[in-house]
Protein backbone atom coordinates (compact mmCIF):
# COMPACT_ATOMS: atom_id res chain seq x y z
CA UNK A 1 0.00 0.00 0.00
CA UNK A 2 1.71 3.64 -1.06
CA UNK A 3 1.68 6.83 1.44
CA UNK A 4 -0.55 9.61 0.48
CA UNK A 5 2.57 11.60 -0.77
CA UNK A 6 5.86 11.04 -2.78
CA UNK A 7 7.41 11.71 0.34
CA UNK A 8 6.16 9.74 2.85
CA UNK A 9 7.77 5.77 3.34
CA UNK A 10 5.60 3.08 2.58
CA UNK A 11 5.08 2.11 6.05
CA UNK A 12 2.67 -0.72 5.53
CA UNK A 13 4.49 -1.83 2.42
CA UNK A 14 6.46 -5.66 2.91
CA UNK A 15 9.81 -5.50 4.56
CA UNK A 16 11.91 -8.37 6.37
CA UNK A 17 14.31 -6.45 7.23
CA UNK A 18 13.23 -5.69 10.53
CA UNK A 19 14.81 -6.99 13.00
CA UNK A 20 11.47 -9.03 14.17
CA UNK A 21 9.44 -8.87 11.36
CA UNK A 22 6.63 -11.81 11.54
CA UNK A 23 7.58 -11.67 15.30
CA UNK A 24 5.50 -12.96 17.82
CA UNK A 25 4.83 -9.88 19.83
CA UNK A 26 2.21 -8.03 20.06
CA UNK A 27 1.27 -4.15 20.57
CA UNK A 28 -2.28 -2.97 22.16
CA UNK A 29 -3.72 -0.77 19.99
CA UNK A 30 -3.38 2.22 22.15
CA UNK A 31 0.28 2.04 22.56
CA UNK A 32 0.43 1.67 18.83
CA UNK A 33 -1.02 5.11 17.86
CA UNK A 34 1.11 6.58 20.59
CA UNK A 35 4.05 5.35 18.74
CA UNK A 36 2.36 6.11 15.34
CA UNK A 37 1.89 9.85 16.48
CA UNK A 38 5.84 10.04 18.02
CA UNK A 39 6.53 9.10 14.50
CA UNK A 40 4.23 11.88 12.51
CA UNK A 41 6.40 14.08 14.20
CA UNK A 42 9.48 13.72 11.82
CA UNK A 43 6.80 15.72 9.37
CA UNK A 44 6.04 18.93 8.99
CA UNK A 45 2.76 20.64 10.50
CA UNK A 46 1.27 21.29 6.83
CA UNK A 47 1.95 17.78 5.48
CA UNK A 48 0.35 16.34 8.88
CA UNK A 49 -2.50 18.58 8.35
CA UNK A 50 -3.08 16.86 4.71
CA UNK A 51 -1.88 13.26 4.71
CA UNK A 52 -1.73 12.77 8.51
CA UNK A 53 -4.98 10.93 9.50
CA UNK A 54 -4.75 8.38 6.56
CA UNK A 55 -1.49 8.10 7.24
CA UNK A 56 -1.55 7.37 11.05
CA UNK A 57 -3.83 4.57 9.98
CA UNK A 58 -1.13 2.92 7.90
CA UNK A 59 1.86 3.24 10.61
CA UNK A 60 -0.49 1.69 13.02
CA UNK A 61 -1.24 -1.25 11.15
CA UNK A 62 2.17 -1.57 10.54
CA UNK A 63 3.27 -1.04 14.06
CA UNK A 64 0.48 -3.66 15.19
CA UNK A 65 2.07 -6.53 12.47
CA UNK A 66 6.03 -5.30 13.00
CA UNK A 67 6.14 -3.89 16.62
CA UNK A 68 9.87 -2.73 16.71
CA UNK A 69 11.03 -2.50 12.84
CA UNK A 70 14.05 -0.30 13.01
CA UNK A 71 13.62 -0.15 9.08
CA UNK A 72 10.03 1.76 9.28
CA UNK A 73 11.77 3.95 11.33
CA UNK A 74 14.35 4.75 9.23
CA UNK A 75 12.14 4.93 6.53
CA UNK A 76 9.53 7.24 8.12
CA UNK A 77 12.21 9.37 9.24
CA UNK A 78 13.75 9.79 5.85
CA UNK A 79 10.41 10.73 4.53
CA UNK A 80 9.97 12.76 7.54
CA UNK A 81 13.44 14.86 6.77
CA UNK A 82 13.06 14.72 2.73
CA UNK A 83 9.15 16.69 3.45
CA UNK A 84 10.57 19.34 5.68
CA UNK A 85 13.08 20.26 2.63
CA UNK A 86 10.23 20.51 0.83
CA UNK A 87 8.50 22.58 3.04
CA UNK A 88 10.87 24.63 2.99
CA UNK A 89 11.53 24.96 -0.48
CA UNK A 90 15.09 23.32 -0.49
CA UNK A 91 13.72 20.12 -2.91
CA UNK A 92 10.74 19.37 -4.88
CA UNK A 93 8.09 21.11 -7.30
CA UNK A 94 4.81 20.83 -5.64
CA UNK A 95 1.38 21.96 -7.69
CA UNK A 96 1.77 25.37 -6.06
CA UNK A 97 4.43 26.58 -7.85
CA UNK A 98 4.12 29.95 -6.31
CA UNK A 99 4.14 29.00 -2.77
CA UNK A 100 7.23 26.61 -3.04
CA UNK A 101 8.98 29.79 -4.72
CA UNK A 102 8.11 31.75 -1.41
CA UNK A 103 9.57 29.19 0.61
CA UNK A 104 12.61 28.94 -1.30
CA UNK A 105 12.86 32.73 -0.83
CA UNK A 106 12.50 32.39 2.76
CA UNK A 107 14.88 29.82 3.15
CA UNK A 108 17.15 31.87 1.11
CA UNK A 109 16.75 34.79 3.32
CA UNK A 110 17.37 32.84 6.77
CA UNK A 111 20.69 31.62 5.04
CA UNK A 112 21.69 35.46 4.34
CA UNK A 113 20.60 36.38 7.36
CA UNK A 114 23.07 33.48 8.97
CA UNK A 115 25.60 34.54 6.51
CA UNK A 116 25.99 38.10 7.31
CA UNK A 117 25.53 37.59 11.33
CA UNK A 118 29.02 35.29 10.90
CA UNK A 119 30.46 37.35 7.92
CA UNK A 120 30.19 40.42 9.97
CA UNK A 121 31.35 39.43 12.66
CA UNK A 122 34.68 38.66 10.70
CA UNK A 123 34.39 41.81 9.39
CA UNK A 124 33.85 43.88 11.80
CA UNK A 125 37.48 42.14 13.04
CA UNK A 126 38.86 42.94 9.66
CA UNK A 127 38.25 46.62 9.58
CA UNK A 128 39.28 47.29 13.67
CA UNK A 129 42.76 46.05 13.04
CA UNK A 130 42.23 48.18 9.74
CA UNK A 131 41.81 51.46 11.77
CA UNK A 132 44.75 50.97 13.57
CA UNK A 133 47.81 50.13 11.57
CA UNK A 134 48.19 49.08 7.55
CA UNK A 135 47.95 45.21 7.02
CA UNK A 136 51.47 43.65 6.73
CA UNK A 137 50.22 42.12 3.63
CA UNK A 138 48.95 42.26 0.48
CA UNK A 139 46.42 39.19 1.01
CA UNK A 140 45.11 40.96 3.99
CA UNK A 141 44.29 44.32 2.46
CA UNK A 142 42.85 42.62 -1.02
CA UNK A 143 40.86 40.86 1.63
CA UNK A 144 39.49 43.87 3.30
CA UNK A 145 38.69 45.50 0.40
CA UNK A 146 36.94 42.73 -1.47
CA UNK A 147 34.82 42.14 2.25
CA UNK A 148 34.03 45.58 2.26
CA UNK A 149 32.76 46.21 -1.10
CA UNK A 150 30.66 42.80 -0.65
CA UNK A 151 29.12 44.37 2.32
CA UNK A 152 27.72 47.99 0.04
CA UNK A 153 26.34 45.25 -2.50
CA UNK A 154 24.18 43.33 0.38
CA UNK A 155 22.91 46.89 1.69
CA UNK A 156 21.69 47.84 -2.18
CA UNK A 157 20.59 43.79 -2.28
CA UNK A 158 18.62 44.19 0.77
CA UNK A 159 17.03 47.25 -0.11
CA UNK A 160 15.80 46.12 -3.51
CA UNK A 161 14.38 43.10 -2.04
CA UNK A 162 12.68 44.98 0.96
CA UNK A 163 10.99 47.44 -1.00
CA UNK A 164 8.32 45.28 -3.61
CA UNK A 165 7.65 42.95 -0.33
CA UNK A 166 6.86 46.14 1.81
CA UNK A 167 4.64 47.83 -1.13
CA UNK A 168 2.74 45.09 -1.28
CA UNK A 169 1.61 44.53 2.15
CA UNK A 170 1.49 48.54 2.75
CA UNK A 171 -1.11 48.00 -0.66
CA UNK A 172 -2.78 45.30 1.15
CA UNK A 173 -3.21 47.01 4.35
CA UNK A 174 -4.60 50.26 2.65
CA UNK A 175 -7.11 47.71 1.46
CA UNK A 176 -8.36 46.75 4.35
CA UNK A 177 -6.87 43.22 4.08
CA UNK A 178 -4.32 43.18 6.67
CA UNK A 179 -5.40 39.75 8.09
CA UNK A 180 -2.09 38.05 8.63
CA UNK A 181 0.12 40.71 8.13
CA UNK A 182 -0.36 42.48 11.22
CA UNK A 183 1.51 40.26 13.47
CA UNK A 184 4.56 39.83 10.93
CA UNK A 185 5.29 43.65 10.35
CA UNK A 186 4.97 44.08 14.00
CA UNK A 187 7.46 41.60 14.63
CA UNK A 188 10.11 42.96 12.21
CA UNK A 189 9.61 46.64 12.86
CA UNK A 190 10.08 45.06 16.71
CA UNK A 191 13.44 43.17 15.67
CA UNK A 192 14.68 46.02 14.06
CA UNK A 193 14.00 48.86 16.27
CA UNK A 194 15.96 46.85 18.55
CA UNK A 195 19.04 46.02 16.71
CA UNK A 196 19.23 49.43 15.59
CA UNK A 197 18.66 51.09 18.95
CA UNK A 198 21.71 48.56 20.78
CA UNK A 199 23.81 48.57 18.01
CA UNK A 200 24.07 52.49 18.65
CA UNK A 201 24.01 52.68 22.08
CA UNK A 202 27.05 49.90 22.48
CA UNK A 203 28.75 50.88 19.10
CA UNK A 204 30.04 53.66 21.68
CA UNK A 205 32.30 51.44 23.13
CA UNK A 206 33.95 50.16 19.50
CA UNK A 207 37.61 49.20 19.84
CA UNK A 208 38.57 50.98 16.61
CA UNK A 209 38.80 54.64 17.76
CA UNK A 210 41.75 56.48 18.37
CA UNK A 211 43.90 54.32 15.49
CA UNK A 212 46.84 55.75 13.92
CA UNK A 213 46.10 57.51 10.73
CA UNK A 214 47.47 56.10 7.34
CA UNK A 215 46.21 56.50 3.65
CA UNK A 216 43.43 54.43 3.83
CA UNK A 217 42.42 54.03 6.87
CA UNK A 218 38.98 56.04 6.13
CA UNK A 219 37.73 52.99 3.80
CA UNK A 220 34.76 51.95 5.85
CA UNK A 221 33.35 55.08 7.68
CA UNK A 222 33.84 54.59 11.48
CA UNK A 223 30.01 54.54 12.50
CA UNK A 224 29.21 51.64 9.99
CA UNK A 225 32.07 49.72 11.22
CA UNK A 226 31.22 50.14 14.72
CA UNK A 227 27.42 49.20 14.28
CA UNK A 228 28.62 45.97 12.63
CA UNK A 229 30.83 45.01 15.93
CA UNK A 230 28.22 46.16 18.65
CA UNK A 231 25.57 43.81 16.75
CA UNK A 232 27.45 41.26 16.21
CA UNK A 233 29.10 40.86 19.36
CA UNK A 234 27.38 37.71 20.26
CA UNK A 235 29.71 35.58 17.59
CA UNK A 236 32.30 35.65 20.06
CA UNK A 237 35.06 32.71 21.99
CA UNK A 238 34.36 34.07 25.08
CA UNK A 239 31.45 31.70 25.41
CA UNK A 240 33.73 29.35 25.62
CA UNK A 241 35.43 30.92 28.39
CA UNK A 242 32.71 31.43 31.17
CA UNK A 243 35.28 32.69 33.84
CA UNK A 244 36.35 35.48 31.19
CA UNK A 245 32.86 36.27 30.09
CA UNK A 246 31.72 36.79 33.72
CA UNK A 247 34.32 40.14 33.63
CA UNK A 248 31.82 41.37 31.37
CA UNK A 249 29.56 44.29 32.12
CA UNK A 250 25.71 42.85 32.92
CA UNK A 251 23.82 45.19 29.79
CA UNK A 252 27.26 44.16 27.35
CA UNK A 253 26.13 40.44 28.38
CA UNK A 254 22.55 40.87 27.97
CA UNK A 255 22.80 42.36 24.56
CA UNK A 256 24.91 39.68 23.63
CA UNK A 257 21.94 37.49 24.56
CA UNK A 258 19.33 39.80 23.62
CA UNK A 259 20.90 40.63 19.85
CA UNK A 260 20.37 37.48 18.30
CA UNK A 261 17.12 37.08 19.40
CA UNK A 262 16.45 40.89 17.81
CA UNK A 263 17.66 39.64 14.64
CA UNK A 264 15.90 36.51 14.73
CA UNK A 265 12.56 38.49 15.49
CA UNK A 266 13.14 40.73 12.24
CA UNK A 267 13.89 37.60 9.97
CA UNK A 268 10.73 35.91 10.86
CA UNK A 269 8.61 38.95 10.44
CA UNK A 270 10.45 38.96 6.95
CA UNK A 271 9.69 35.38 6.17
CA UNK A 272 5.83 35.21 7.15
CA UNK A 273 5.54 38.62 5.46
CA UNK A 274 7.24 36.76 2.10
CA UNK A 275 4.82 33.57 2.72
CA UNK A 276 1.39 36.13 3.40
CA UNK A 277 1.81 39.08 1.00
CA UNK A 278 0.73 36.78 -2.10
CA UNK A 279 3.51 38.14 -4.57
CA UNK A 280 2.80 38.26 -7.99
CA UNK A 281 5.18 35.68 -10.34
CA UNK A 282 6.91 38.53 -11.91
CA UNK A 283 7.83 39.91 -8.38
CA UNK A 284 8.28 36.20 -7.75
CA UNK A 285 11.07 36.15 -10.46
CA UNK A 286 12.65 39.48 -9.76
CA UNK A 287 13.58 38.24 -5.94
CA UNK A 288 14.95 34.98 -7.55
CA UNK A 289 16.94 36.95 -9.47
CA UNK A 290 18.20 39.10 -6.59
CA UNK A 291 18.79 35.89 -4.99
CA UNK A 292 21.24 34.73 -7.23
CA UNK A 293 23.13 38.20 -7.20
CA UNK A 294 22.91 37.83 -3.36
CA UNK A 295 24.88 34.24 -4.13
CA UNK A 296 27.40 35.81 -5.92
CA UNK A 297 27.86 38.22 -3.20
CA UNK A 298 28.29 35.85 -0.85
CA UNK A 299 30.38 33.56 -2.92
CA UNK A 300 32.88 36.63 -3.27
CA UNK A 301 32.52 37.63 0.54
CA UNK A 302 33.63 34.47 0.97
CA UNK A 303 36.25 34.16 -0.90
CA UNK A 304 37.74 37.38 0.76
CA UNK A 305 37.43 36.03 4.44
CA UNK A 306 39.38 32.51 3.23
CA UNK A 307 42.36 34.50 1.60
CA UNK A 308 42.45 36.78 5.06
CA UNK A 309 42.37 33.83 7.16
CA UNK A 310 44.72 31.48 4.80
CA UNK A 311 47.37 34.79 4.26
CA UNK A 312 47.96 34.88 7.78
CA UNK A 313 48.64 38.38 8.60
CA UNK A 314 49.16 38.98 12.40
CA UNK A 315 50.02 42.86 12.09
CA UNK A 316 50.77 44.83 15.00
CA UNK A 317 50.18 43.77 17.95
CA UNK A 318 48.06 40.90 16.23
CA UNK A 319 45.25 42.94 15.41
CA UNK A 320 44.87 40.75 12.03
CA UNK A 321 45.24 37.21 13.55
CA UNK A 322 42.86 35.14 12.83
CA UNK A 323 42.07 32.35 15.54
CA UNK A 324 39.79 29.34 15.49
CA UNK A 325 36.72 31.50 15.45
CA UNK A 326 37.11 33.36 12.42
CA UNK A 327 37.62 29.31 10.95
CA UNK A 328 34.81 27.88 12.45
CA UNK A 329 32.64 31.54 11.06
CA UNK A 330 34.05 30.88 7.05
CA UNK A 331 32.35 27.01 7.36
CA UNK A 332 29.08 28.38 8.78
CA UNK A 333 29.20 31.05 5.98
CA UNK A 334 29.92 28.49 3.29
CA UNK A 335 27.09 25.68 4.44
CA UNK A 336 24.77 29.10 4.41
CA UNK A 337 25.82 29.64 1.02
CA UNK A 338 25.37 26.21 -0.15
CA UNK A 339 21.76 25.80 1.24
CA UNK A 340 21.26 29.44 0.00
CA UNK A 341 22.30 28.49 -3.69
CA UNK A 342 19.97 25.00 -3.30
CA UNK A 343 17.34 27.57 -2.12
CA UNK A 344 17.75 30.00 -5.58
CA UNK A 345 17.96 27.50 -7.72
CA UNK A 346 14.80 25.37 -6.47
CA UNK A 347 13.24 29.02 -6.79
CA UNK A 348 13.89 29.59 -10.33
CA UNK A 349 12.76 26.17 -11.21
CA UNK A 350 9.53 26.73 -9.66
CA UNK A 351 9.07 29.90 -11.26
CA UNK A 352 10.16 28.68 -14.84
Given at each position: ?66 P???A ?10 V ?11 G ?9 SL???A ?10 A ?10 Q ?24 V ?28 S?L ?8 V ?7 N???G ?7 A???V ?21 P ?10 L ?45 A?F ?18 F??G ?19 A ?9
Open positions: MSAPDAAAPDAAGPDASGPDAGGPDLVSPEAAARRAARLLRWYPKGWRSRYGEEFTELLISDISERGSWRTADVARGGIARLASAGLCGCPDASGQARAVSLCCVTVFLIFGALWSQLIIGWWSEPDTAATIAATVVMSAAMLAFGLALAAALPVAWRAVSRMRRGQSSGLIGPALLAGTAITVGGRHFGGWPTGGHPWAQGLPGGVAAFSWASTLSVSSYWAHAALAGFPWAEAWMMLSPLAVASAVGGVAALIRRTELPPRVLRFEARLGTAACVTMVLAGCCLWIVGRDTGPEQLHATIDVAGAVAMAIALLVGRQVRQARRNLA
